[in-house]
């Protein structure tokens, strides 16, 4: 047998044997000293190992300290554990190893598929060449936001890519309150300028107040700064919260600004029971950004950008030089000419292979176990003398306080909220993060396991109880 051949199927049977035991295991533990040192000080080898040494290396070393999301206990973040099938097939992904700029192979043509999925999944149009994969949603904001400006700069007569920004009054950008740090972050990325990032304020269901939207936009345009992009969340990092889409939709048109939705998390919210209505307008979309790697467990990277229209990104990404120029590309071209990547990994094998497994019946078994679960939750929080509901459980997450009945005033209260994340990590059996929300800090839980069961909703209330006790003690 060769070497790969051994090495492969031993390694198959390490993955196989970790994924079993990861459940009985800890959610989370710190990194020993020796072991922290060889993860970040070690030397190259001058002399190269055998493919056996290094699955070695990977059992004892690497394996040991998962961040903790494949644990049916965490609720840290927006993580999911990895899908069975996105499991399987990336091992076969690295073997074929094309690079999915374009061309007529396996890899590029499959992501027109997975995308298209996508789509028809959260109920987006898709004319042909309207999206592709990214790294995640930070990008595919960046590939968003980069559209949505060349589009405002062309109707205005002004060659962008020619020039810059250069001469050209600022343009705003309208993120809410509790908008991603990505939107930020991209509008810093292209030159906007975080000065003309207005926040948007939001009521007291944490969604962005559309009327407040429209006085900011007037005052900008009878400012001299063009009011040009508004970016809803379609699921918020801190309570779930899914803004008024045809409302911010409707304001869009009137006022002539792109419209994005920011659907990383939650675009697939709108699967779950009764969830429709509350995403209305999400289809009414210039762009939505949505991650394959969060609610669907598709294995890091997958993040998806799709578009009303596919000239949108070409105009503002196609630069085809010589070298790269393909004489039997289709109409669409190739995904380079639609976003920053030149080569690009074989995503969509994973995304395909994750959704093939699954079935649209899977996903939304998946969406409905996971609202359901974060439901239960939030009513077991609301019906607890020492814990605070404080937003209804819109899509999959719950934010919440603990109060216990000894705490010493609202700064104790706050200064436990703020130590009590770390405190739950450390004890090994639950994992949750913080958040601050109006200012104070706040618990949040996101359920995204397909098995974490009510009975692991209640442990994690216990973890928190007794890391209170621990802290206070
Ligand atoms: C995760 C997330 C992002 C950022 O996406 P990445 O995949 O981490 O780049 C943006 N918005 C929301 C709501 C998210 O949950």
């Not at 300290?65 to 996105?86: D, K, L």
């Not at 109409?331 to 000419?337: I, P, R, V, Y």
Request: glycine share 10%; charged share 20%; with cysteine.
């Amino acid at each position: 047998m060769s070497d790969l051949r051994r090495s492969a199927l031993a390694a198959a049977e390490t993955t196989a044997g970790h994924l079993a035991a990861v459940p009985a295991g800890p959610v989370w533990r710190p990194v020993g000293d020796d072991d922290r040192a060889w993860l970040t000080r070690q030397q190259l080898p001058a002399a190269g190992r055998p493919l056996d040494d290094l699955l070695t290396d990977v059992r004892e070393r690497v394996l040991p300290y998962p961040m903790g999301n494949g644990h049916p206990r965490f609720f840290g973040w927006v993580n999911s554990p990895p899908s069975p099938a996105g499991v399987l097939v990336a091992p076969l992904a690295a073997a074929l190893n094309p690079s999915c700029a374009g061309g007529d192979h396996a890899g590029a043509l499959l992501e027109r598929t997975a995308v298209r999925w996508l789509a028809e999944l959260v109920g987006f149009p898709h004319p042909p060449g309207a999206g592709l994969l990214t790294s995640g949603a930070s990008l595919a904001t960046v590939v968003a936001m980069a559209t949505a400006r060349q589009h405002a700069l062309r109707r205005a007569g002004h060659d962008l890519r020619e020039t810059g920004l250069y001469g050209h009054e600022p343009l705003a950008v309208y993120v809410s309150a509790e908008g991603h740090s990505c939107l930020r972050k991209a509008a810093e990325l292209l030159g906007l300028g975080n000065r003309y990032v207005r926040t948007v304020p939001v009521g007291p269901d944490h969604r962005m107040d559309t009327a407040a939207l429209r006085r900011l936009v007037l005052a900008d345009a009878a400012g001299g700064v063009r009011p040009f992009l508004v970016a809803a969340s379609a699921g918020t990092v801190n309570t779930g919260a899914v803004d008024p889409l045809d409302d911010i939709a409707d304001a869009a048109r009137e006022h002539g600004l792109w419209f994005h939705v920011d659907g990383a998390y939650g675009a697939l919210g709108v699967l779950a029971d009764g969830a429709r209505p509350r995403y209305a307008g999400m289809e009414r979309a210039d762009s939505l950004a949505l991650d394959p790697h969060k609610w669907l467990g598709v294995p890091v990277d997958a993040g998806c950008v799709l578009f009303r229209d596919p000239a949108g990104p070409r105009d503002a990404f196609s630069l085809v030089p010589p070298y790269l120029r393909d004489e039997g590309a289709d109409a669409l071209g190739w995904f380079s000419e639609y976003g920053p990547e030149q080569t690009r990994p074989f995503r969509a094998l994973r995304v395909w292979a994750t959704l093939s497994h699954l079935g649209r019946d899977g996903v939304v078994r998946l969406v409905r176990h996971t609202t359901g679960l974060a439901r239960t939750l939030a009513a077991m929080v609301g019906d607890a003398d020492d814990f605070e509901l404080l937003a209804p459980a819109a899509t999959s997450v719950v934010a919440f306080r603990h109060l216990p009945a000894d705490a010493a005033g609202p700064a104790a209260a706050d200064a436990l909220n703020d130590a009590l994340p770390a405190a739950v990590q450390r004890r090994g059996r639950a994992f949750l993060t913080g958040t601050r929300l109006s200012g104070r800090p706040v618990l949040r839980a996101c359920v995204l396991h397909p098995d974490t069961t009510e009975a692991d909703l209640g442990v994690l209330l216990d973890e928190i109880r007794a890391a209170a006790k621990e802290a206070t003690a």
